[in-house]
């Protein structure tokens, strides 16, 4: 059995302090210290037979918990935005070495979408379940990773700034387009969005999701975006439980990954020593999807636990709040929120 949350008052404490410290719970350090009480998150293999996609799977977090989970099993489709993007994670000899020594490995497979495009997502969605289709196969994991930071404010294709519509508005739709596949898993089918902790330094952007409205900063704006990102977990989660859908979001904390390098190269290099590696930072995400019995729906994971959607005042959201978001992201996905 897989324990959810630290077993006494002491490991619970400790926890709260790692967590509540940024540097201590958010570096390698806080990894390092609660690993200890862990147990595997599921017996090697334990994903035999499953299919998971996995997007922004081109290289750090997504390639770490791409190649982790086809070495439990699983047949793993590694999305990016560009198959070109996918395919040198995808190398033969490199895919060998890591998942062969589970004893059985998963088969991989390259796709291609920019999730910020939702025609993009829409095209994707139909030929990935027609290909489905074809014999019958379910879907039994979706993990949201692909992310971006950008500079300058930009916008997607259909008009949204660009970190709203990569973290929230492609994945959301992507969701309930591969409802039907994901509906079919015969293991109960989990999606898990990785956010970031950085969304705790924002509140919800209820009035202003585009961020047109004040002088635009990239971490800022990938903050709201993943602010919004957690705090509409519980209302997915809720429209997918009677299809037998989990939704779960976390935070990897603080990893070296080729995104962190490119979007924030002065952080990195300050704190490169107390960096997670990917695979330590993907831990969560693959405890996510392969852990028995299944965490909680609807919730916010941070190395194997569930946290707090806020820690002041200030970035509390309302429940109104989160509904005037929800119906701004159906709105502009153009699909019925009552669907």
Known sequence: MTSHRATGPRERRLDKTLDRSIVLGYTNLGYLAR????????PSGSLEGRRVLVTGAGSGLGEATALSLAARGATVHL?????????????LERIRARVEAAGRPGRLHAEACDVSNLDEVRWFARRFMGRLDEDGSALDVLVHNAGTMPARRETSADGHELTIATHVLGPILMTELLRPVLRRSAHGARVVQ?????MYTQPLPVDDPDYVGSTYRGPVAYARSKRVQVELTPLLADRLAADG????????GWADTPGVASSLPVFRLLTRPLLRTAEQGADTIVWLAASEPPPPSGMFWHDRASRPFSYRDATTSTDAERAALWDWV?????VERDH
């Open 194 to 198: 990785v956010s970031s902790g950085g």
């Open 330 to 334: 159906f709105t502009s996905i153009g």
């Open 245 to 252: 859908v989990a939704v779960h979001a976390m935070h990897p």
């Open 79 to 91: 999305l990016g935005r560009t198959t070109e993007r996918v395919e040198p994670a995808m190398e």
């Open 35 to 42: 690993r200890r009480r862990w147990g595997a998150a599921a």
